[in-house]
């Protein structure tokens, strides 16, 4: 089994930066994609930003130029720097891995996190 734990979370002005981070553990091969997701009140889980096991990233719209994503592959873990925050980025914060558990297989695997809820405040 893989465990995804989140943390970072928490009340910001708009305007202010968070640092999410989350830490995979467990039997882990390598690590494929890792990604964010948020999911706000009322709305559809959304992808917020992904980067991919050689580093390409990719992010929504609505967030380009403030949020960067970032792996350290060392460590299983995929951070989220969030700057220049806007209500609008309220919302559970969700951790999304495809994870190999075997040198054997090429399969791989999605799990995710508890989530990890970020407020702004105007």
């Known amino acids: 089994q893989v465990q995804l734990v989140e943390s970072g979370g928490g009340l910001v002005q708009a305007g202010g930066s968070l640092r999410l981070s989350c830490a995979a553990s467990?039997?882990?091969?390598?690590?494929?994609?890792l990604a964010w997701y948020r999911q706000a009140p009322g709305k559809q889980r959304e992808s917020v930003a992904t980067i991919s096991s050689g580093g390409s990233t990719n992010y929504a719209d609505s967030v380009k130029g403030r949020f960067t994503i970032s792996r350290d592959n060392a460590k299983n873990t995929v951070y989220l720097q969030m700057n220049s925050l806007k209500p609008e980025d309220t919302g559970v914060y969700y951790c999304n891995a495809h994870v190999r558990t075997s040198y054997t297989s090429t399969l791989s695997y999605e799990y995710w996190g508890q989530g990890t809820q970020v407020t702004v405040s105007t």
């Open positions: 467990g039997r882990i091969f390598s690590i494929d994609t």
